[in-house]
């Protein structure tokens, strides 16, 4: 069995300054996890993945998540935030990488002040 | 870049009718998924279906739903008499080994009225 818990709910930054989306999680076996985003009213974009191979993972539009094991950690980083960054962002995970269903954290929407 | 294509993007039914909601998938992927998203709540795995039939399902996934491949490429989801309960954001997502990894269409909204 697998979870996911998002450690905060909502997070507001000012653009130009750091994201810092929290991540934990849960597995039984070597875990994938992944984060997608969700803009208001649309469907969910892939931002990064991690399947096993190098822990600091890069994704789209300039963010990043470290795999820790010993922290059951995959926290979701950008140095300096946009306004288009506001959205929902969704911390997930599946055993391996291999068609398993994915489970869902509950989401941490991140706002963006000017 | 690949996509997953789901119809229709809105949906308004009345309580007791039958829906299907259709989805596109990836050409060459094998894995087909349904999930849904209670306004407010977190996603929430419904089926998964691979090589013609379901290989894993949600308590959610009770006796009103019902998923098929009826013609080799769209794969869709009957809900057969519709709940209040049933309104919600459902997305289709195909699994592909190869690239592109789990790819999600852009979501069918349905309300039951």
């Known amino acids: 069995a697998q979870s996911v818990t998002q450690l905060d709910s909502h997070v507001s930054v000012s653009e130009g300054t750091p994201v810092l989306l929290r991540c934990n999680y849960s597995?039984?076996?070597?875990?994938?996890l992944f984060w997608y985003v969700q803009h208001p009213n649309k469907g969910l974009q892939l931002l990064l993945k991690?399947?096993?191979?190098?822990?600091l993972v890069k994704g789209i539009n300039g963010f990043e998540a470290e795999f820790k094991k010993s922290e059951t950690s995959f926290h979701l980083t950008k140095p300096s935030a946009h306004m288009s960054d506001a959205a929902e962002y969704f911390c997930?995970?599946?055993?391996?990488?291999?068609?398993?269903?994915?489970?869902f954290g509950g989401g941490t929407r991140l706002m963006v002040k000017p | 870049e690949p996509e997953v294509t789901q119809t229709p993007s809105h949906q308004v039914t009345q309580m007791g009718q039958e829906v299907i909601l259709r989805c596109v998938p990836i050409?060459?992927?094998?894995?087909f998924y349904w999930y849904r998203q209670i306004l407010g709540q977190k996603v929430e795995f419904l089926v998964s279906?691979?090589?013609?039939?379901?290989?894993?399902k949600s308590e959610i996934f009770d006796d009103q739903f019902s998923v098929e491949r009826p013609d080799g490429s769209n794969f869709t989801l009957k809900i057969r008499s519709t709940k209040l309960e049933d309104s919600a954001m459902y997305f289709c997502?195909?699994?592909?080994?190869?690239?592109?990894?789990?790819?999600f269409g852009s979501g069918t909204r349905l309300t039951v009225v």
């Open positions: 997930v995970v599946t055993i391996g990488y291999a068609g398993n269903m994915l489970t």
């Open positions: 597995s039984s076996y070597s875990p994938s």
């Open positions: 991690y399947t096993s191979a190098a822990t």
């Open positions: 050409s060459n992927h094998l894995y």
């Open positions: 279906f691979y090589n013609n039939e379901i290989s894993e």
């Open positions: 997502a195909t699994f592909g080994a190869l690239g592109h990894g789990y790819t």
